[in-house]
């Protein structure tokens, strides 16, 4: 699974728009992205994830740059209850293969008041 | 929605001593994956199984085993319990067939090794 690289940390206001962004340089052509999420000391939760299209559900939306190497997750209006780390992960499809999530360091977003 | 459950939730062991930590998957997913996630870390995959049988392994020690049901659900055996041990495992279960990837995870079992 390619390498991901996101900010250990960010703020975000109650309201506003929360972009996470990942860095992903290594993503092979069968590699998506996804995105899970971590409020504390509860079981990862999925959000979303793409392959080269950016992607919105009821959640979130995910953009990826055209040459796949960067991600954002967008969350658009960002509540006190999505404080939470995200994980960005890059993989080849579950559908070929049954293989764990493996989690790196993730960004923990911090919603103000 | 029927979600993933573990028991128990909490758990309170010594040293030496030997835990059972259980998995009831959603209905109908086959697939079953175990993740320890220490004080202040990220989860760590432990291991998996689909249709009752190991599917994958990751850091699993040796003192630690488990295995998958004919009802699905599965139970990961802790022996000799260190202090190192304690932390928050997670269970999660998907259907293989048709779906996209989405692993859901159950709400933990906290173990503290005393």
């Known amino acids: 699974d390619a390498k991901t690289t996101q900010p250990t940390s960010m703020d975000c206001a109650e309201g506003r728009a929360a972009n996470l962004p990942c860095n992903h340089s290594?993503?092979?052509?069968?590699?998506?992205v996804y995105w899970y999420r971590q409020i504390h000391s509860q079981g990862p939760q999925y959000i979303i994830h793409?392959?080269?299209n950016n992607e919105t559900n009821e959640m979130a939306s995910l953009i990826i740059t055209e040459d796949r190497k960067s991600s954002t997750l967008i969350l658009p209006h960002a509540t006190l209850r999505d404080t939470a780390v995200y994980y960005c992960?890059?993989?080849?499809?579950?559908?070929?293969?049954?293989?764990?999530?493996?989690f790196g360091s993730g960004t923990r977003l911090q919603v103000q008041p | 929605a029927a979600g993933v459950i573990q028991s128990p939730r909490h758990l309170i062991k010594e040293k030496r001593e030997t835990a059972t930590l259980k998995c009831y998957p959603i209905?109908?997913?086959?697939?079953v994956y175990w993740y320890q996630q220490g004080p202040g870390q990220d989860p760590q995959f432990l291991i998996s199984?689909?249709?009752?049988?190991?599917?994958d392994k990751g850091s699993i020690p040796d003192r630690f085993s488990a295995q998958q049901f004919s009802d699905y659900h599965s139970e990961l055996n802790m022996s000799s319990l260190e202090l190192g041990d304690s932390a928050l495992y997670f269970c999660?279960?998907?259907?293989?067939?048709?779906?996209?990837?989405?692993?859901?995870f159950g709400p933990g079992t906290r173990l503290l090794v005393l």
């Open positions: 999660a279960s998907r259907r293989l067939a048709g779906a996209k990837e989405t692993q859901y």
């Open positions: 290594t993503i092979s052509g069968n590699e998506y």
């Open positions: 793409g392959l080269k």
């Open positions: 992960i890059v993989r080849a499809s579950m559908d070929t293969g049954r293989r764990a999530l493996t």
């Open positions: 209905p109908r997913h086959d697939t």
């Open positions: 199984f689909y249709e009752k049988m190991q599917s």
